[in-house]
């Protein structure tokens, strides 16, 4: 069965750094896009960012771009976001998202985790 | 980048009775290949997003058959054909013509 975790999530002071890391189970990361999509307290949903199966290509939410980046690490099946300049505005739940983008799903996200959560408060 | 706008926010609907959410983009979620880019998804309490339906109207495996997607162009509609109990939740819908993936703010459906 495929699953993704997330991990990482912890309070951090505005100005304050943070990893989050999102390991899969039951499918090989190198084979689809992933993507990051995050939830405020009492909040909808937020795309953060996606990046393609082999890494060539990332794209970003322009609240984040130049203080988040994504990454992925094949040899552990992993994903990461890695979170510097973080705000209070960036307080969230934050999920990893498997990504479906061909010609028989279109571009959706199939396959979710249960999410970590970043608190950036004084 | 691709706006979307859902309505009703809120959505109170008595047990077994038909509901109906609205999603307008503010461009064709259709590209000129004919790929169709709108997603819907449900998020029960305290749980995260599921996918419901892809491609406006293809619903994913393990979905009821209570659930259905329409639309065309820039107007997008989710309809459940008749509410249970655990269909309480917010509903989302997404667009994904762009790279930069966006999401409807929402729409609450409670039971009556």
């Known amino acids: 069965e495929a699953q993704l975790e997330e991990s990482g999530g912890h309070l951090v002071q505005p100005g304050g750094s943070q990893r989050l890391s999102c390991v899969a189970s039951g499918f090989n990361i190198r084979n689809y896009w992933m993507t990051w999509v995050r939830q405020a307290p009492g909040k909808g949903l937020e795309w953060v960012a996606n990046i393609k199966g082999d890494g060539s290509e990332k794209y970003y939410v322009d609240s984040v771009k130049g203080r988040f980046t994504i990454s992925r690490d094949d040899g552990k099946n992993s994903l990461f976001l890695q979170m510097y300049s973080l705000r209070v505005e960036d307080t969230a739940i934050y999920y990893c998202?498997?990504?479906?983008?061909?010609?028989?799903?279109?571009?959706?996200?199939?396959?979710w985790g249960q999410g970590t959560t970043v608190t950036v408060s004084s | 980048d691709v706006v979307l706008i859902q309505t009703p926010r809120s959505l109170p609907v008595t047990l077994g009775q038909p509901a109906s959410i609205s999603c307008r983009s503010s461009e064709s979620l259709v590209d000129s290949d004919g790929n169709r880019y709108l997603s819907w998804f449900q998020q029960r309490p305290g749980q995260p997003p599921r996918l419901l339906i892809y491609?406006?109207?293809n619903r994913f495996p393990g979905v009821p058959d209570r659930f259905s997607g329409s639309g065309a162009g820039t107007d997008f509609t989710l309809k459940i054909s008749r509410v249970e109990v655990e269909d309480v939740g917010v509903y989302y819908c997404m667009q994904g013509k762009q790279h930069s993936n966006s999401f409807g703010q929402g729409t609450k459906l409670e039971i009556k």
């Open positions: 491609k406006i109207s």
């Open positions: 998202a498997r990504r479906q983008f061909d010609w028989y799903m279109g571009n959706t996200f199939d396959l």
